[in-house]
């Protein structure tokens, strides 16, 4: 084993005998293993990337009021507290980056593709009910671990820059993608709306709802939700909008071949329900007037950062291949142009199972 991740697992308390680490998930941000000790229990170790999350620190802030919050107001949550080190903190520094270690809830799994509808509303009932149990939380007490993150104006702001001083030959090879997303600016001034509107409300949202986020029991049935590093005030449209973006279409944003990009009627439904029906009467009229523009507003922000980064260069995201952000992004634009195709159906659909 590397000699960092020993002295890691040292500072969590490991014995080095008996423990295997392999490598696990498919993030692009943190890197993550998966520890086995000696008694056959199962933890997730992961390195912190700490260019995109500047002071980690903000992250253990949160992940210990909300952990506070829920054991004294909900304690039937289930709620997956990181380990300490055996110094008492939140992090092993031994490796030279920030190291943080969770237990693996036994009996739980996850799944990387939603291929049921049913898997969409277990998962949205999991993320709805996380906002609905932190609804009287002050959310004065949480830190915004990464400052802007789902700023939607930020990120148009950052194309228009990449537009500017990006590289040439990748803009020239853009432009469809770019002329369309331009053309769509109106999804920004929507977010402006909002954000000057008093009455839309800011509420903890988790703000990375895909579906490998959700625990999953041997039945299927949601656990809780995990990957805690975003949880932080937001809105609900970000939510809904990043599990539209991730489970409508039977493809991820990896995917080439853009004929089999495809927005499917019956996972919106599935949705909404899971959501609403964990939010009940939690959600305003304002937020339920925002459901079909939730998918909007994510998918067009994550067309928006893909091409962003490929004007850029790759280099917040990475790249595989030559022009992966650029085939990422351009998937990102045809499921917006698919979904804005269904909207008739997709707001029957919103209205018919939440009555507004
Ligand atoms: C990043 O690493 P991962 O997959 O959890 C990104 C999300 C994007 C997603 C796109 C901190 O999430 O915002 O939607 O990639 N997270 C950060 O795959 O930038
Ligand atoms: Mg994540």
Known sequence: MDEMLIRVLED???GIEGSVVTPFGSGLIHRTWRVQDIKGQVFILQLVNDKVFINPDDIAHNISIIGGFLKKKRPYAIFPQPLQT?????????????????PFIAGTHT??????????FEASRQFGLFTAMLNDLDLDMLRHTIPGFHDISLRYQQFMEALEKGDVFRKEESKEGIGFLLENRGIVDRFESIRKDPTFRLRV???DTKISNVLLDEQERGVCVIDLDTMMPGYIFSDLGDMMRTYLSPVSEEEKDFSKIEVRPEFFAAIVEGYAGAMQSILTKEEHRSIFYAGEFM???????FLTDHLNNDRYYGAAYTGHNFV??????????????????????????TGQ
Do not use: P, W
């Open 12 to 14: 969590f308390g490991f």
């Open 86 to 102: 055996v110094f008492g903190g939140a992090y092993s520094r031994s490796g030279g980056g920030y190291y943080r270690m969770f």
């Open 111 to 120: 799944i990387d593709i939603c291929t049921k509808s049913d898997q969409a």
């Open 205 to 207: 949202t988790h703000h």
């Open 299 to 305: 998918i067009y922000m994550q067309a928006l950062r």
């Open 328 to 353: 990422r992004g351009m998937n990102q634009v045809r499921l917006l142009q698919r979904y804005q195709e269904m909207k008739n159906d997709l707001e029957k659909i919103a209205i018919r199972i």
